[in-house]
């Protein structure tokens, strides 16, 4: 009894990108740091078990837990806003002016290298025990996962490029559907099924999600992998971010928004009252009135 239909659904993208557009930059900025260093948790967290196990795929199953905290908790995530802000700006909403938007972007992208950055950081100095301990097996294949990621398409010119950018659309087609899955439930229960299900698609092929290399870059350079600044933005940071873009504001934002936005009913069942979008950021908690 908690399934909201997909014209709900758009109800509460268009609520939850006008929340997104209505945060100062301050706010943006921290929730954006909180994000990352969820997103970083829970990446270090599969690589770890991947490793312990000896299966990509268990690793995979851990880390969707970091994208719902992420989610359930307001922070904000740029790969969700790709999604969720051009829809907001189809819809003529206040404030959801190109200028507004990509503002908002550039902070929610600060926030998120920052955070990234910051656990990355402390991973390294608990994984290394301050640079006094040898790596551990997980500081290896986090070194050989900076790399893999870089130089590896580094070594295909163009094509590799072309590659980072698919794998950047393809990470956020469903990075995003699970950020928009979360408003098919009004539940705690239904919200996580939601998200895990997209998010183990993404992680467990090897896609590339910007907030995940955001941790991956820095912690494999900290522990030693043979990357530098500009060869992680270039051939990685970059691309990848702009694949993102495109796959969640294309596959996921303005695709779901066409498709369903003008099936909306023209007026909502008295029965079922609405409940407004608070602004402590529950833009996943948003239930539109005909949402049964």
């Not at 904000?76 to 969720?84: D, K, P, R, V, W």
């Not at 939601?194 to 955001?214: D, K």
Request: glycine share 12%; aromatic share 10%; hydrophobic share 50%.
């Amino acid at each position: 009894m908690d399934y909201v239909k997909p014209y709900g659904v758009v109800e509460s993208m268009l609520a939850g990108g006008a929340l997104k557009l209505s945060l100062p930059p301050r706010q943006l900025v921290l929730r954006g740091m909180l994000a990352g260093a969820y997103l970083g948790i829970g990446t270090s967290m599969a690589v770890t078990v991947a490793v312990e196990t000896g299966y990509w795929i268990l690793g995979s199953l851990v880390f969707p837990f970091g994208l719902a905290l992420a989610i359930l908790l307001g922070a904000e995530i740029i790969t969700g806003s790709f999604a969720l802000l051009p829809v907001a700006a189809a819809n003529g909403q206040k404030n959801a002016g190109l200028s507004h938007v990509f503002a908002n972007w550039g902070w929610v992208f600060l926030g998120n290298l920052l955070g990234s950055v910051l656990y990355a950081t402390l991973f390294a100095i608990a994984l290394t025990t301050g640079g006094d301990a040898p790596l551990n097996a997980v500081g290896t294949k986090l070194i050989a996962i900076a790399q893999a990621k870089t130089t590896y398409y580094a070594s295909h010119g163009s094509a590799g490029l072309l590659a980072a950018f698919t794998k950047g659309m393809l990470c956020n087609w469903m990075v995003s559907l699970a950020v928009v899955a979360a408003y098919m439930s009004t539940s705690l229960s239904g919200k996580f099924v939601a998200i895990w299900g997209p998010t183990l698609l993404f992680f467990s092929q090897g896609f590339e999600h910007a907030v995940v290399n955001m941790f991956l870059m820095p912690v494999g350079m900290m522990l030693g992998a043979d990357v530098s600044l500009s060869t992680w933005w270039l051939w990685n940071q970059i691309p990848v971010t702009l694949g993102n873009l495109v796959g969640g504001m294309l596959f996921t934002g303005l695709a779901i928004y066409a498709a369903h936005h003008a099936t909306a009913p023209s007026a909502a069942p008295a029965q079922v009252p609405a409940q407004p979008v608070t602004a402590r950021g529950d833009q996943a908690g948003y239930s539109p009135s005909y949402s049964r």
